[in-house]
């Protein structure tokens, strides 16, 4: 059975995740595994005064909130568990959704005001950048209907802007979804504004052609492509945003990618992150 994996540490960015992650494994007919991993240093606030050994109290933590959940999670033959692990957090997270072979990550993200004790903060660039399945990112101030019906997708000249796509189908597929294609031109070039808009056609064509609706099809261009990609996704009414990350292998890449640092930070919708390798 396929698996999801949603990352806790007990913050009310993480609680959030969780809450879209058991939705999102019923629909999928997916396992759901929390992951906690013990690390002393970055505890969630309020987390360290119950007294206790970190372990024992986040399996008691955890056995609550399996307990709590237990209703809203309903996939028939599927099970709802959570697994503590120890060591780096990025590291270890990835680790379980390779070991699991995850189909997504669901997982909260503190954006612009990162800087926090909470350990989701801190990594959520890290995992989103070398995980080896979608990320589905989530901030407790984003406002969308969980059932995801309008996606807005980013097309760039890159030919792994493409490679998204049948991910991205497969996501509208399963949530009945309508789909905003938007190409963004970062060059004042004729020709690339050509290929852009041949790159748009392509996928509008692909998408339909599985019976996906394209509700509109736009090309913005700009130094500021970034900041008027998200205005139009949010003009949509976009529910998600999706995104290709170049998957290279290194816990490094997350300071090279811009466009992902800046959707993750001041999207008001959750965004997908589908890994493409490098």
């Known amino acids: 059975m396929k698996k999801i994996i949603v990352p806790l540490d007990f913050s009310e960015t993480s609680l959030c995740a969780l809450k879209t992650g058991i939705k999102i494994a019923n629909k999928l ?40 959940n237990r209703q809203a999670y309903y996939v028939k033959g599927g099970k709802m568990d959570y697994k503590i692990r120890n060591g780096i957090v990025a590291e270890e997270i990835i680790g379980q959704a390779k070991y699991d072979d995850a189909v997504m990550i669901v997982m909260g993200s503190h954006g612009v005001s990162g800087i926090t004790k909470s350990w989701i903060g801190g990594n959520a660039y890290r995992i989103i950048c070398n995980a080896p399945c979608p990320v589905l990112v989530i901030r407790p101030d984003m406002v969308y209907d969980d059932k995801f019906s ?40 004729k020709y690339i504004l050509q290929r852009i808009t041949s790159s748009v056609s392509q996928v509008e064509k ?73």
């Open 150 to 189: 309008h996606i807005a997708v980013p097309i760039e000249l890159a030919k792994s802007s493409r490679y998204k796509i049948p991910v991205v189908g497969g996501i509208c597929k399963l949530f009945g979804s309508k789909a905003t294609l938007i190409g963004i031109r970062r060059s004042g070039l």
């Open 29 to 68: 007919n997916a396992e759901l595994r929390i992951v906690y991993v013990d690390n002393k240093e970055n505890l969630a606030k309020g987390f360290e005064l119950l007294g206790h050994s970190e372990t024992t109290q986040a399996q008691q933590l955890l056995d609550s909130l399996l307990l709590e």
């Open 206 to 278: 692909y998408l339909t052609s599985y019976g996906i609706e394209v509700e509109k099809t736009t090309i913005i261009s700009g130094s500021d492509a970034n900041e008027k990609f998200l205005e139009a996704a949010h003009c949509s009414d976009a529910d998600m945003i999706t995104l290709d990350v170049t998957n290279a292998g290194s816990f490094f890449m997350d300071r090279f990618q811009t466009f992902l640092i800046s959707l993750v930070n001041n999207s008001k919708c959750p965004v997908l992150a589908i890994p493409i390798k490098a």
